[in-house]
Structures are given as structure tokens and as C-alpha cells.
């Protein structure tokens, strides 16, 4: 089945920043929510942004004014924007896809990028 990937993590100074992009190996149909999810050691995964198909976003609350999702509908790509790195930051970041087909819901998960950040 079709699965997203994502590219653009690495390792980064605290402030710095890092750029996110996540798309799907293959064709998805119907996607419309979009977002990023990010797990830390010993934590349990958590929302970090998520942006529609029509272009509104919602963020933690943690992340609000450093990071910024956007995406391109017509490569059915999602991207993060991190500033500002802090080293609670630190995370397995995952992309995910909603899609409707056919009158059912799927989801699409990417198997994560790795970002550190160093002081």
C-alpha cells in the first residue's frame, strides 16, 4: 500500500533551523487533512501541526510561533518549517495523510525523519 516519506531531518543547533517535507510513494486519492507528529524517548507520539486541504492549520501549543506547515495540493506534499529549535524539540518527526475515498477514511503514516538538536 501506498506510504508517505519524509526527508529533511538532521542535526541542528539549538535556534536553528530545520525544513520538513513528507509526500507519498505513490497516488493517494482524496487526501485532505495533512500534518506532522513527532515522538521523543520515553514519550508518547503527539500532534505537532496539521494544515487542510484548504489551507487552515492548527498547532501545539508548544510550537505555535516557531514552526510553520504549509503545502503544495498539486504535489500532494506537506512541509515544517522549524525555527527557532529548542532542545525539547528533539523527536522522531512523522508525516500523516487523511484521505476519503469512496466514502471511507484512510490514513497515511511515513515511517519518520530523526531531528536533533544540539547546544
Known amino acids: 500500500q501506498v506510504q508517505l516519506v519524509e526527508s529533511g531531518g538532521g542535526l541542528v543547533q539549538a535556534g536553528g533551523s530545520l525544513r520538513l517535507s513528507c509526500a507519498p510513494s505513490?497516488?493517494?486519492?482524496?487526501?485532505?487533512?495533512m500534518g506532522w507528529y513527532r515522538q521523543a524517548p520515553g514519550k508518547q507520539r503527539e500532534l505537532v501541526a496539521t494544515?487542510?486541504?484548504?489551507?487552515?492549520?492548527n498547532y501545539a501549543d508548544s510550537v505555535k510561533g516557531r514552526f510553520t506547515i504549509s503545502r503544495d495540493n498539486a504535489k500532494n506534499t506537506v512541509y515544517l518549517q522549524m525555527n527557532s529549535l529548542k532542545p525539547e524539540d528533539p523527536a522522531v518527526y512523522y508525516c500523516?495523510?487523511?484521505?476519503?475515498?469512496?466514502?471511507?477514511?484512510?490514513?497515511?503514516w511515513g515511517r519518520g525523519t530523526q531531528v536533533t538538536v544540539s547546544s
Open positions: 500523516k495523510a487523511q484521505a476519503r475515498y469512496i466514502s471511507a477514511q484512510f490514513e497515511y
Open positions: 505513490g497516488t493517494i486519492f482524496g487526501i485532505n487533512a
Open positions: 494544515i487542510t486541504s484548504g489551507g487552515s492549520t
